[in-house]
């Protein structure tokens, strides 16, 4: 059933487990994956910015604590230097975690086309399968890069938080190779 697609072992033991017998898989695509995407560029742009006042403050009580002339252990404020770091460390693994995370998110997910269906399978745990059936199949946007590759949007989750704040999601198959014909796929599918 999906002998002639290339995917890592565990994927498609997965990827089987989730196929019924009655429908034939028409499209198997994995995602594209980066370290660095439009989402985790902007926290660690964040994280970095933070990281940056947080060692500014701890390069001055420093600073304050050589001028005064007393031993660094014996400094009043060695207590707040000593916080300072320690979230300058934790902003630091941050910043190389979050990529890495979003890359192995990104390496563990699957996006297929079937006769009956369109769904996401994201591997590891927990297994996530997100699905789509043709009737609630609608394109709202194709975001497409120059190299062809792009985001094919087929829902936005709008949610409000305690604030009554609104907060929207959008959900779809991000990180395809060529999200114009994939979305031509996700239409066919929507025809049948």
Partial sequence: MTENHKLPIKLRRDLEKEISLSETVQWIEQT??????????????????????????????????????????????????????????????????????????????IYVITNQRAFILVGGWPRTITSFVPSELRVISRKENRDGSGDVIVYIHTSKDYDNNTNTEEMGFKQVRNAKEFENRLLQLKTN
Wanted: aromatic share 14%.
């Fill in 32 to 109: 594209i994956p980066r370290l660095f995407t439009r989402a985790t560029i902007g926290i660690c742009l964040t994280l970095l910015a933070g990281l940056s006042f947080v060692l500014f403050l701890g390069f001055g009580m420093y600073e304050q604590a050589q001028s005064t002339g007393i031993p660094l252990y014996e400094f009043p404020q060695i207590a707040g230097l000593i916080i300072f770091l320690a979230m300058g460390f934790i902003q630091l693994i941050l910043i190389f975690l979050i990529p890495l995370l979003s890359w192995l998110n990104a390496v563990q997910t």
